[in-house]
């Protein structure tokens, strides 16, 4: 017969799996458990994060509507004293014959509500005689003028006011526009 090999008492045969074979499995299954008690604390770990910040959103939304209807609360406390002197005036006006007296008492409510808009941060900006500027101003409409530069205000039909450092309303302007040159103008026919 002829020689046989001996057989290799260290290498399994492929119907045996040695405890070397079965250890990696083990260790990459016990890998992916742990992986998946890591990503179960990271997911209930983000769905509180989310609740925490929903619940954040809404106390901040609630606050600032708070703080907002606080703020109108004040503004329309200051202006309730304008209301109640135009309604003297107003009552007074009917029973006066002295016109000039009416009209010296609207000028100081006039006064007193601009007061009141400056303590809110509200200015009114001129705007007559300077120079158009569509950041400031609407024109309703343009008048040519000889005795005015183009593109001036020449009258301001509507005031404008500023609210800090920006523009709260435009000011509504007539400008001047230059005049226009016609043979009629020039004396030709």
Same mark, same amino acid.
């Given at each position: ?7 290799? $008492?260290?290498?399994? &045969? ?7 074979? $079965?250890?990696?499995?083990? *260790? ?37 509507? *708070?703080? !907002? ?34 009209? *010296?008492?609207?000028? !100081?409510?006039?006064? @007193? ?16 005689? @300077? ?30 006011? !500023? ?14 526009? $230059?005049?226009?040159? &016609?043979? $009629? ?5």
């Amino acid at each position: 017969m002829g020689e046989e090999e001996p057989i290799d $008492a260290e290498e399994p &045969t492929s119907q045996e799996s040695s405890p070397a074979e $079965a250890d990696p499995l083990a *260790a990459i299954r016990l890998q992916l458990e742990e992986a998946q008690r890591l990503a179960d604390t990271f997911k209930d770990q983000l769905l509180r994060k989310a609740a925490e910040f929903e619940n954040y959103r809404r106390r901040v939304e609630s606050e600032s509507a *708070a703080i !907002m209807r606080v703020a109108n609360e004040s503004l329309l406390l200051a202006l309730l004293p304008v209301l109640d002197d135009i309604t003297r005036s107003l009552k007074a006006g009917k029973e006066l014959k002295d016109r000039e007296a009416f009209y *010296a008492g609207v000028e !100081m409510i006039q006064g @007193k509500f601009l007061k009141v808009l400056e303590r809110y941060g509200v200015v009114p900006f001129d705007s007559e005689g @300077k120079p158009f500027d569509v950041g400031l101003h609407d024109a309703l409409l343009q008048i040519p003028r000889e005795d005015v530069k183009p593109h001036t205000v020449i009258e301001e039909v509507e005031r404008g006011y !500023m609210i800090y450092d920006r523009v709260l309303r435009h000011a509504k302007v007539v400008v001047s526009a $230059a005049p226009e040159a &016609t043979e $009629a103008s020039n004396g030709q026919a």
